[in-house]
């Protein structure tokens, strides 16, 4: 069975791998430490997806834009997803009707700066004239995310015309 030292049956032990058993967590904890890095560093949006939310907010416009409108002011209806939210502009007057914190409703886009002064507002208005349906990428500006005015980030956007609105989706980089 075991030996005998000092009146005591000395027992073998089997390892448990102690050694093992830790390499084992440090393994998991690197792995949960760099997919959670990697899961912090993509919570903004993407290209891609601000062009399919474009995609649905002219979708929603063209089906009914008071309803619409109201939609993206609450972000409502998936219109509100992280940092993508769409906003809208009359293309006759350039006011702002659906718009973020940083830009009060009713301003006039063609006269938003950056920043740095890069007058992103009249690139935005233009690609709202273009013909409609035809999207054009507007960017890069320094602009705040949703619910703050500073902090500034680069941000590109896509915009296009629907009937008598220009509107958006952008993404920061």
Not at 42 to 61: C, F, H, N, P, S
């Amino acid at each position: 069975m075991g030996r005998t030292i000092m009146g005591f049956i000395a027992v073998p032990r089997t390892s448990t791998g102690g050694f093992p058993m830790f390499r084992t967590l440090m393994i998991v904890t690197v792995l949960a430490l760099t997919l959670s890095a990697a899961a912090f560093a993509q919570q903004g949006g993407t290209a891609q997806e601000a062009r399919a939310m474009l995609t649905k907010a002219v979708a929603a416009v063209k089906a009914d834009q008071v309803v619409a409108i109201a939609m993206f002011l609450k972000g409502e209806g998936g219109f509100l997803d992280r940092d993508l939210y769409p906003f809208c502009f009359r293309i006759a007057d350039g006011k702002t009707l659906a718009s973020p914190k940083a830009v009060p409703a009713g301003t006039d886009v063609r006269t938003l700066k950056d920043a740095n002064g890069n007058a992103y507002g009249a690139a935005i208005y233009a690609a709202g004239q273009k013909p409609e349906g035809e999207i054009t990428e507007v960017g890069s500006y320094l602009f705040p995310k949703p619910g703050t005015t500073a902090p500034t980030f680069p941000k590109i956007s896509f915009v296009t015309r629907v009937g008598d609105l220009g509107c958006g989706v952008g993404y920061y980089k």
